[in-house]
């Protein structure tokens, strides 16, 4: 399988993307991916990939590296939509196209997540039968990762979105994540069947007769107890979600921190307790989860954080991989076209039909 990297996109491009990339054919075996069948793209100016590959260590899995050269990156802060219209020759494109010429089989990027996602729409296209393609976003509970979808792409949406959105966090999470049968909450602000505004309660209809584990709704704290295993929300509210965590984390590992120095006892017990910590580190170190997919386009799309290191990169692209093993996009095809189609009902009084949740 090959996988198209964005190799010019985040904060530490190209270095870390072409380290990541190496990590990830060297070390494929470790990954679950049979040795030799994996092979990175790694997309940008030819030259300045062939200069940072110069100063990889080893030469196990090098030759499974391919350099297509882009001659246009696309800043963090230009315009997704005019960056990709523009920008045809940019890296970001140029991963976009190949997976649409079948010359790779996903992409990943760290880059503008718009343009990375306007450039998976306009250039690889939405899967038949899909409404909205959603951000799904790997976070942090009790009970080891749960999903959380959407996370950013769709701040509006009705409730024929969310059923689109579960069935395909479903998926992914018995594919990727290996989940044997997830638990599908519907965020809101109570458990209550009875609580919830008007696209909660149109979602709550649509979710009970889909072919999935649907535990009714769940609370914001029940996103990292290991409650449920796929959270479905709109994009406003998993946004807001998302980086609330991610805040958190960020503030009990700084306190932690800063009590254990506090004196000479309390740092005694911070080192005898030190392996705990590594361990409380790595479960909320996003770098272990590689990135976000982008679900419901007509390929694999993996969208990882700007401030993403080697690590980040080939988890991602092991993520990717993942996906083109679990053939993925066939069976997303299947079950949005057979259970993700909202049926029409027809409007008391009248002579006419709606459809529920209509795109």
């Known amino acids: ?183 599908v909450g519907l965020l809101s602000v109570g458990e209550e069947e009875s609580k919830g505004n008007d696209l909660v309660f149109a979602a ?27 959270i479905i929300c709109d994009g406003f509210v998993g946004n807001v979600t998302l980086k609330t965590i991610e805040g958190v984390g960020e503030l009990v590992f700084n306190l932690l921190r800063k009590e254990l120095g506090a004196n000479l006892f309390t740092l005694l017990g911070g080192l005898l307790a030190a392996p705990a910590f590594r361990r409380f580190k790595k479960a909320v170190d996003y770098s272990e989860y590689g990135g976000a997919p982008l679900l419901g386009i007509d390929g694999v799309s993996i969208i990882s954080h700007g401030k993403s290191k080697a690590n980040a990169f080939k988890n991602a692209i092991r993520a990717a991989a993942r996906c083109v093993k679990g053939d993925m996009k066939e069976r997303m095809a299947g079950i949005i076209t057979t259970h993700g189609q909202a049926l029409p009902e027809r409007i008391p009084g009248t002579g006419t039909v709606e459809a529920k949740g209509e795109q």
């Open 204 to 230: 709550q209809e649509l979710l009970k007769k889909a072919p999935l584990r649907y535990i009714g709704n769940v609370e914001g704290c029940d996103t990292v107890n290991g409650r449920c295993d796929v």
């Open 1 to 183: 399988m090959r996988i198209a990297l964005d190799a010019m996109g985040g904060d530490h491009a190209p270095r870390e993307a072409v380290q990541g990339a190496f990590l990830a054919v060297r070390d494929s075996e470790i990954l679950g991916i049979a040795d030799g069948a994996l092979e990175v793209l790694l997309v940008g100016p030819q030259e300045v990939i062939v200069a940072e590959m110069a100063r990889l260590e080893g030469t196990r899995g090098k030759d499974r590296l391919k350099v297509i050269d882009a001659r246009e990156v696309v800043g963090m802060g230009e315009h997704p939509a005019q960056a990709v219209k523009q920008k045809k020759d940019s890296s970001i494109v140029r991963c976009a196209d190949l997976v649409r010429s079948g010359e790779a089989d996903g992409t990943v990027s760290a880059g503008n997540t718009g343009a990375a996602m306007a450039a998976a729409l306009l250039r690889i296209g939405r899967l038949k039968g899909v409404s909205r393609p959603a951000i799904a976003s790997i976070i942090p509970s009790v009970s080891g990762v749960s999903l959380l979808l959407d996370a950013g792409a769709n701040v509006d949406c009705k409730a024929n979105h969310l059923l689109q959105f579960a069935l395909m966090g479903d998926l992914y999470a018995r594919t990727v994540l290996k989940h044997k049968e997830p638990r």
